[in-house]
């Protein structure tokens, strides 16, 4: 037959071998026996291992003479070694270019003629050894032989690889974790050591070193029963520890220590033996715990059966302790989450709430706007002017309810300075107690040379008037105590993480009363818009939120501290500037001027909004020219008539309020500018003055001194207001 080989005799080389491959340790020993050995014993070019892994082949290790592709991984379906392990049978072929069935562009990239797959028996899978040649060649019985041998070696040798990895693998672990019991040690109270089994100390734990006060090195074996354990106890220690050897108990006995001092303190001893993983064998590991003055009671000949219990009792007490100390741990924890899940949901209800307010000041825009424009137009029936000032004054409420809500959404127009709480809050102090009644009276507890807020004061007024006001009703008609406080703080990472804010310097603002508190589901909603707890009608629920979303939006917190009948404080996070920083300076207001018949171009994409406006601005003596978006506008603008004023709405589709001022600009840039709006992203409105902003919905007289100001300042001055190009 072409390429057959006669028997060969291997003898004591093929016990060699197969006894290499039974004892190797790893897969990279395993490729050296299949190279050195197999490929000699059989002429064949290269001997493989491999493992079948789900649908491909996975080659475990590679003996070579000749170079070979690098790829470790093939096809399953359509090779011969699949087809070997799926049908678990060998498989021997004279030239697999030859062989119908398989997928023979597999083969044509290599070197590979004739081969031989064997099965080999693993555990948990299929394995196949398999030899290659060069040239056609078909494998004799007695090579066929060889390799069945070969193979279950290397399947003893696969499973002993298995096995050597999964020992260093435990390894690893055990290093691991006796390096994490080195820590443990370290942080226990107790003195802790271990031996071998004759009772030869192998280790002491710095703590039992430090008591001492002698090196571990000079305690080793049995120096330290010799050097620091009482002479009188020496014998006890000794017999307890026979005991315990031969009963395989635990080793337990009460013995005086020598300290550092030179004094002897009682100590009880406990250790218990377990197998070494490495050699098996026996180690002891103990403890030895401060006992002094449990004997010293215990001996007193006075002692009392009552002693005995009170000494239980404050041990008792002490675990009690502990583990009351970890429920308050776990608590606190628990709250920290429950805080936190919170602030995500206040603020997503802050993103809805927005919006909500930016269509509702458009809708309170047109009633006011026409209830002035009806008040100027219908003759003076005091019926219908009643009528008119009900209609105003409820949407006047409508407004301030849409204010607390762009407040709680952190959606107001801020206008942050240095700010001096102690002034402020020593200002509110004398104004509160005509605001809250003759039953409540007002206290402070301020620091001495706070550090300057970054905050809008006149927000912080408003804000602790709210809280004054909530404090107060809690009171209900009892009266008591408000404290207005403030306090540097250095906020650690654990009570900033529940806020949201990085640790570091904050200015708190407090104001707490002595009222009845709230129990854990009230506190729980208290920040919540909408939420009261008062009679239907007396409050909009949003009092505590507008706290809440100014303390967010100026970069710091808020926060509620509460328990029925221990009061209330809400306290506010705010954050520091640098000192030595002074507040801005008021500039001063500009000339009033006559500015009938100036040209205004207004643009609103709510065409209801627009009407009133230039409603309210013609009657005046306006001219007023009108678009219903920013393309329009920008039309109006390049037909090249006078202009000299653009009132914008910010929140418009396709083109907002700035990009339009922005393009305006661009084509007249001496042009003022003014924007109108329910809210505005505010990074959208950096660097824009306070005074070019009129929030919706607004009286026609503050619009109209708002244009008549920003006329005569541009006029005054010489330049014009907006965004820059």
Not at 460 to 467: F, G, P
Request: net charge negative; glycine share 8%; with cysteine.
């Amino acid at each position: 037959m072409p390429g057959a080989r006669a028997p060969v005799d291997h003898g004591d080389p093929l016990l060699a071998l197969v006894e290499r491959l039974a004892s190797v340790r790893d897969t990279e020993q395993l490729a050296t026996v299949l190279e050195e050995g197999t490929c000699a014993l059989l002429g064949c070019q290269a001997v493989a291992l491999l493992l079948q892994q789900e649908d491909s082949l996975e080659r475990l290790a590679l003996g070579s003479t000749v170079p070979i592709s690098d790829i470790r991984f093939a096809p399953l379906a359509g090779t011969l070694t699949g087809h070997a392990m799926l049908e678990n049978r060998r498989i021997a072929v004279a030239d697999v270019l030859g062989e119908p069935g398989i997928a023979r562009d597999l083969y044509e990239r290599t070197f590979i003629r004739g081969m031989v797959t064997i099965p080999v028996p693993v555990e948990g899978g299929r394995a196949a050894l398999a030899a290659y040649w060069n040239r056609p060649h078909q494998a004799s019985e007695s090579e066929l032989s060889v390799l069945e041998a070969m193979a279950r070696a290397a399947a003893r040798g696969l499973q002993t690889v298995r096995l050597m990895r999964s020992l260093r693998e435990r390894e690893t672990e055990l290093e691991r974790t006796g390096e994490q019991f080195l820590h443990l040690v370290e942080a226990l109270p107790q003195l802790v050591w271990t031996t071998d089994d004759r009772g030869r100390c192998t280790y002491l734990s710095r703590q039992w070193v430090e008591f001492t006060g002698i090196p571990e090195a000079q305690q080793l074996d049995y120096g330290w029963l010799r050097r620091v354990v009482h002479p009188d106890d020496r014998s006890r220690v000794a017999a307890a520890w026979n005991e315990a050897q031969r009963t395989g108990t635990r080793f337990e006995v009460e013995y005086r220590l020598r300290g550092a001092d030179g004094a002897y303190r009682w100590f009880a001893g406990r250790a218990v033996a377990t197998h070494a993983p490495r050699d098996n064998s026996l180690r002891w590991f103990g403890t030895s715990t401060d006992i002094d003055e449990m004997v010293r009671l215990r001996d007193r000949d006075a002692r009392s059966r009552g002693e005995l219990e009170a000494l239980v009792r404050a041990r008792t007490w002490e675990l009690e302790e502990a583990n009351r100390r970890l429920q308050d741990e776990i608590a606190e924890r628990r709250q920290s989450e429950a805080r936190l899940m919170q602030t995500q949901r206040l603020e997503a209800v802050g993103q809805l709430t927005s919006g909500v307010a930016h269509d509702f000041n458009n809708l309170l825009t047109v009633v006011l706007g026409n209830i002035e424009i009806l008040e100027r137009r219908l003759p003076p029936d005091p019926k219908i002017r009643a009528r008119l000032e009900t209609t105003r004054q409820a949407a006047e409420r409508g407004g301030r309810l849409t204010a607390q809500l762009l407040a709680f959404s952190s959606r107001q127009r801020l206008e942050p300075a240095p700010t001096d709480l102690n002034r402020i809050a020593a200002d509110m102090g004398r104004l509160l107690p005509a605001a809250l009644g003759g039953s409540v009276q007002v206290a402070l507890a301020l620091q001495e040379e706070p550090w300057l807020a970054l905050v809008d004061p006149n927000q912080i007024e408003l804000m602790i008037l709210n809280l004054a006001l909530n404090a107060r009703d809690a009171m209900l008609s009892e009266g008591g105590t408000v404290i207005i406080e403030t306090r540097n703080r250095a906020v650690e990472a654990d009570e900033a993480a529940p806020l949201g804010l990085p640790p570091g310097r904050y200015v708190e603002l407090a104001v707490a009363d002595d009222g009845p508190g709230m129990d854990q589901p009230t506190l729980s909603r208290a920040f919540e818009p909408f939420f009261t707890t008062k009679p239907p009608g007396r409050h909009s629920g949003l009092g505590l939120a507008q706290v809440w979303g100014f303390a967010r939006q100026s970069g710091g917190g808020a926060g509620i501290q509460s328990r029925p009948g221990e009061g209330t404080r809400v306290s506010l996070l705010l954050p520091v500037v640098q000192p030595g920083t002074q507040a801005p300076a008021v500039p001063a207001a500009p000339e009033r001027r006559e500015t009938a018949g100036a040209l205004v171009l207004v643009v609103d994409d709510d065409e209801d909004v627009r009407d009133v406006t230039v409603a309210l601005l013609s009657d005046v003596g306006y001219r007023v020219r009108e678009a219903s978006s920013g393309a329009r506008a920008l039309e109006i603008l390049d037909e090249g008539g006078p202009l000299d004023l653009l009132l914008t709405d910010f929140a418009m589709p396709a083109m907002n309020g700035t990009e339009l001022a922005r393009q305006a600009r661009l084509r007249r840039p001496e042009l003022a500018v003014m924007f109108v709006s329910g809210y505005a992203e505010l990074s959208a409105l950096d660097g824009v003055e306070e005074r070019q902003i009129l929030q919706k919905p607004f009286h026609a007289q503050e619009l109209l001194d708002r244009i008549e100001a920003m006329l005569a300042s541009e006029a005054s001055s010489g330049r014009s207001a907006g965004p820059e190009p």
